[in-house]
C-alpha cells in the first residue's frame, strides 16, 4: 500500500508497475486475480491514468471513473485489429464486489477474438470475477470490439483500447489507444463533436476519425451541419464511421450512443503527433466547473472548450477567447494552449455548463481524454 497526499487544487503523481498480465504480450485473453489497483482518499479527487506518463513515441490516457457511478452494462470502442503487424484492439472489464458475473455479448465486428480466460472465440463468454479481478479481451486478425457489451449482475468498469495502431491503417505510425467506458447508463443521445487543433498551425483543426456506435436496435443519427453517408444503425454495437474529417458538428439520436474521436496519425500530414483516442462527453454531461492535469513534459498541451454561445468561461483564471461557433448548434468551441509551467494543475471555470478535453503532442506521439464529466443516470 502507498499513501500520498495531495494539496486541495494540485496534483500528485503515482508511478503504479505494469501488471505483467495484462500489459506483457499480444494475447491471448486472459482473467487477471486481483490484476486492478483500488485508488481510495478521504476527499473527493479527479483520477487521469497516463500510459505511460513521460512523454514518448506510444502513449495514450484516460479518465478513470468513480466506483460509486459504474454501472452493470458497459460498451466497447476501439480501432481494429491492426493486420500487418498482428497488433490487437482489446477491452477490459473490471470488478469491484466479489462474485460478480460477467457477460459478454459480442458486436458483429467483435466476433474474431483470442480465446483464453473464460472467453470463446467468438467473443462470447460468462465469466466469475471477484473485486479486482479484471478479464482482458483480446482481438485476433479482422476483429474490432467496438459494440460489444458487457453485462454484469453488480457493478462493473470497462476500459478499452489498442496495443498499437495507425489511424487510418495506411497512414503511419501506430500508437497506443486508451480510454475507461461510461456505462451505459450515463450515455445520451446527443454530442458535440470538435477535432484537435495542429501543430504547430494552431489555427487548423487536425483531421480525425469519428465513431458512432448505437446502444439498442435501430438506431436514427441526424447531424448538424449534416454529413452525408449512413444515419441508421439496425443493431445494437452496430457504427457509422466519419473518416478524414475536420468537421465540427453536432450529432443527436433517437437512443443513446456512443461517440469516440481518433486523432489521425503524423504522416497524414496535419501537424505533430500520432494517433489518440478521445470518449466524447454528452452535452448532457457538461459541467461549470473543472481541475484536470496535463504532463508538462510534452511540446504542446492543449484544453479544447465546448461551450453554449455567449458563455463566460476562464482557463487558470484567464478569459477565454477566440471562440468559433459550430454551425447552427447554439455552441461555440475554443482551443486554449496551456503553459507547462507549474505543475500540470490546470482550472476551467465557467457561467454555464461546458465540455472540455485535453490533449497533448509530441512528434509521433498523443494523448487525449475527456476532462471530467457529470456521471448522472440518463433516461433511455
Request: net charge negative; aromatic share 4%; charged share 15%.
Given at each position: 500500500m502507498k499513501t500520498v497526499d495531495v494539496a486541495a487544487n494540485s496534483v500528485g503523481v503515482i508511478k503504479l508497475p505494469w501488471v505483467n498480465d495484462l500489459t506483457k504480450g499480444l494475447g491471448?485473453?486472459?482473467?487477471?486475480?486481483?490484476?486492478?489497483?483500488?485508488?481510495?482518499?478521504?476527499?473527493?479527487?479527479?483520477?487521469?491514468?497516463?500510459?505511460?506518463?513521460g512523454a514518448a513515441a506510444t502513449n495514450d490516457a484516460s479518465l478513470l471513473l468513480p466506483v460509486n457511478t459504474w454501472g452493470n452494462e458497459a460498451m466497447a470502442v476501439s480501432w481494429p485489429h491492426w493486420d500487418p503487424y498482428n497488433f490487437p484492439a482489446w477491452y477490459a472489464v473490471v470488478a469491484s464486489e466479489d462474485n460478480t458475473t460477467v457477460t459478454l455479448h459480442p458486436s458483429a465486428t467483435g466476433t474474431k477474438i483470442q480465446g483464453g480466460g473464460g472467453v470463446s472465440f467468438d467473443g462470447t463468454g460468462v465469466i466469475l470475477l471477484n473485486s479486482g479481478d479484471v478479464v482482458e479481451v483480446m482481438t485476433?486478425?479482422?476483429?474490432?470490439?467496438?459494440?460489444?457489451?458487457?453485462?454484469?449482475?453488480?457493478?462493473i468498469s470497462m476500459l478499452a483500447g489498442?496495443?498499437?495502431?495507425?489511424?487510418?491503417?495506411?497512414?503511419?505510425?501506430?500508437?497506443?489507444l486508451e480510454e475507461a467506458m461510461f456505462p451505459i447508463d450515463v450515455l445520451a443521445k446527443e454530442y458535440i463533436v470538435v477535432p484537435p487543433v495542429q501543430v504547430p498551425n494552431n489555427n487548423l483543426a487536425k483531421a480525425q476519425m469519428v465513431k458512432i456506435v448505437a446502444s439498442e436496435d435501430n438506431t436514427t443519427l441526424t447531424f448538424e451541419p449534416d454529413i452525408p453517408g449512413n444515419k441508421t444503425l439496425a443493431k445494437a454495437g452496430d457504427f457509422r464511421l466519419i473518416t478524414n474529417s475536420t468537421a465540427s458538428f453536432k450529432v443527436s439520436s433517437n437512443k443513446k450512443i456512443l461517440v469516440a474521436q481518433f486523432m489521425v496519425g503524423q504522416d497524414a500530414g496535419y501537424g505533430t503527433s500520432?494517433?489518440?483516442?478521445?470518449?466524447?462527453?454528452?452535452?448532457?454531461?457538461?459541467?461549470d466547473e473543472y481541475t484536470f492535469f496535463a504532463e508538462t513534459n510534452w511540446v504542446a498541451n492543449f484544453v479544447d472548450i465546448i461551450a453554449p454561445s455567449g458563455s463566460k468561461v476562464q482557463v487558470d483564471q484567464v478569459a477565454v477567447g477566440g471562440w468559433t461557433n459550430i454551425g447552427n448548434t447554439g455552441f461555440q468551441v475554443a482551443h486554449v494552449?496551456?503553459?507547462?509551467?507549474?505543475d500540470g494543475s490546470h482550472q476551467v471555470t465557467a457561467d454555464d455548463k461546458v465540455g472540455i478535453s485535453v490533449y497533448g503532442?509530441?512528434?509521433?506521439?498523443s494523448y487525449w481524454f475527456p476532462g471530467g464529466l457529470d456521471l448522472d443516470i440518463v433516461p433511455q
Open positions: 491471448p485473453s486472459t482473467k487477471a486475480i486481483d490484476g486492478a489497483y483500488r485508488l481510495r482518499s478521504n476527499q473527493p479527487v479527479t483520477v487521469y491514468q497516463f500510459n505511460p506518463i485476433s486478425k479482422g476483429g474490432d470490439v467496438t459494440g460489444t457489451i458487457a453485462v454484469a449482475d453488480k457493478p489498442h496495443t498499437c495502431t495507425n489511424v487510418p491503417s495506411d497512414v503511419a505510425a501506430c500508437d497506443h500520432d494517433p489518440a483516442m478521445l470518449l466524447t462527453v454528452p452535452a448532457e454531461q457538461y459541467r494552449s496551456l503553459s507547462n509551467s507549474g503532442v509530441i512528434n509521433s506521439g
